[in-house]
């Protein structure tokens, strides 16, 4: 099917950055949307039996963006990939703005992926955040 853009969360008409993953029978394709420079950008995911299509969005969409708790303020929440650990468990790893003035530089931060027993996809627990390590 047409993968069709959809406005949530004050987003734009894109998507980008997408990932692929096959659970249970079930392709996910976890994408950004919006423009990186948008405070909104965000993370939405859709799901298809068959990696040609057709794709639904999950209605609940967006998974990630600087309304949700789980973002714990941070903003232009986006650009990300999943991954699996050796536990098992999946973690999500995405850019989000330096701060809410500035873009630039972005920064990368985790949080847990996990799937509901229907399928669902959250991203949740707390933001593992970059560790700076002084010079000194």
Do not use: M
Request: hydrophobic content about 30%.
């Amino acid at each position: 099917g047409k993968f069709k853009p959809r406005r949530y969360c004050k987003y734009q008409k894109w998507e980008k950055n997408w990932s692929l993953l096959k659970r249970n029978g079930v392709y996910y394709l976890i994408y950004s949307a919006n423009h990186f420079r948008s405070q909104d950008y965000a993370v939405g995911y859709a799901t298809a039996t068959s990696p040609l299509g057709p794709w639904k969005k999950y209605d609940g969409n967006p998974i990630l963006c600087r309304d949700k708790d789980v973002a714990a303020r941070l903003v232009g929440t986006g650009h990300g990939a999943p991954f699996l650990c050796r536990d098992g468990s999946y973690k999500y790893i995405y850019h989000a703005h330096s701060s809410v003035n500035r873009v630039e530089p972005r920064t990368s931060y985790l949080n847990d992926l996990i799937f509901g027993d229907d399928g669902v996809i959250s991203i949740v627990g707390n933001v593992i955040k970059p560790v700076v390590e002084s010079s000194e």
